[in-house]
């Protein structure tokens, strides 16, 4: 079992644009469940209302959980994006500073 810790950066990158497009794909896909309206619209002539009000409220709760999963979806691909980068980064200035030092055979 190795212990090294191996970031392929072009991969990240395109995962993290998937997850991005997964994201967007997601809130769509609500907005259009959104659209569609609450049980309300079922022309219901008052014997079914308290079943309609559950439905309502159920479905209210679902949506903005809903809501919250597909922002975390393409908030990860963010992350996964920028932590990408950061190592990236990381990784150029420790070379630049270990262009400077003397004798560097032992890394």
Do not use: F, K
């Amino acid at each position: 079992m190795s212990s090294e810790l191996r970031l392929v950066h072009g991969s990240l990158e395109t995962a993290s644009a998937h997850l991005r497009g997964d994201g967007t794909d997601y809130a769509a896909a609500l907005r259009r469940l959104q659209q569609r309206g609450d049980a309300a619209s079922w022309g219901d002539d008052g014997l079914l209302r308290p079943l309609v009000t559950a439905y309502s409220e159920c479905t209210a709760i679902a949506l903005a959980a809903y809501t919250h999963m597909g922002d975390l979806i393409g908030a990860t691909g963010d992350a996964l994006a920028l932590s990408s980068r950061r190592v990236s980064d990381v990784n150029e200035v420790t070379v630049q500073n270990l262009d400077g030092l003397p004798d560097t055979s032992w890394v």
